[in-house]
T-cell receptor, first 117, second 113 residues
Framework: GAVVSQHPSRVICKSGTSVKIECRSLDFQATTMFWYRQFPKQSLMLMATSNEGSKATYEQGVEKDKFLINHASLTLSTLTVTSAHPEDSSFYIC?????????????FGPGTRLTVL | AQKITQTQPGMFVQEKEAVTLDCTYDTSDPSYGLFWYKQPSSGEMIFLIYQGSYDQQNATEGRYSLNFQKARKSANLVISASQLGDSAMYFCAMREEGTALIFGKGTTLSVSS
């Protein structure tokens, strides 16, 4: 099956710093990537959808200036949490849909656990 | 309005027994897909099973089957012969035409010996 990687898997940072999370599709081209956030024992909440070469579409309530998403190539999307605060501590999961893929194909990365001190 | 509803926060089952995890959905789109994912404590999302809205038969994948009742808008997951390794969080999800997967709140399944 298709593989999606995320880096880093865990990150701890101080309040006020920025953190970049990378999401890569390793063996397929991802025309669309999705970013989700998951708080402990809660559901995955869609943050934004990004298509290669265009601006991301953010869900209601997600600050686009705080969560910067770049989908510069067909295999890489990045999420930058700017000026992180403790309430941004969460599990961030990316997901990718393949170019020409079947309707049911959306592959998930292993997630990144962010802790902001 | 919530599009995916999972009403069971937690379920308990003994090994080798079958268990049904409930999921109802809400959509006016005639074309949609329903998914179940397993999320162990490691956090990875493991795809289990998929049902398309136009599929005539219920989907099955090994010990997993999806009880699709379109008129009731339900898509329950049935796990047969539960194993200790099935203990995890289970999410029902839906995708309408051209949209991202939207998830329910999840059900924590605990399998005991």
């Amino acid at each position: 099956g298709a593989v999606v990687s995320q880096h880093p898997s865990r990150v701890i940072c101080k309040s006020g710093t920025s953190v970049k999370i990378e999401c890569r599709s390793l063996d397929f081209q991802a025309t669309t990537m999705f970013w989700y956030r998951q708080f402990p024992k809660q559901s995955l909440m869609l943050m934004a959808t990004s298509n290669e070469g265009s601006k991301a579409t953010y869900e209601q309530g997600v600050e686009k200036d705080k969560f910067l998403i770049n989908h510069a190539s067909l295999t890489l999307s990045t999420l930058t949490v700017t000026s992180a605060h403790p309430e941004d501590s969460s599990f961030y999961i990316c997901s990718a849909r393949a170019r020409g893929g079947h309707y049911n194909e959306q592959f998930f990365g292993p997630g990144t656990r962010l802790t902001v001190l | 309005a919530q599009k995916i509803t999972q009403t069971q926060p937690g379920m308990f089952v003994q090994e080798k027994e079958a268990v049904t995890l409930d999921c109802t959905y809400d959509t006016s789109d005639p074309s949609y897909g329903l998914f179940w994912y397993k999320q162990p404590s490691s956090g990875e999302m493991i795809f289990l099973i998929y049902q398309g809205s136009y599929d005539q038969q219920n989907a099955t994948e090994g010990r997993y089957s999806l009880n699709f009742q379109k008129a009731r808008k339900s898509a329950n997951l049935v796990i047969s012969a539960s194993q200790l390794g099935d203990s995890a969080m289970y999410f029902c999800a839906m995708r309408e035409e051209g949209t991202a997967l939207i998830f329910g709140k999840g059900t924590t399944l605990s399998v005991s010996s």
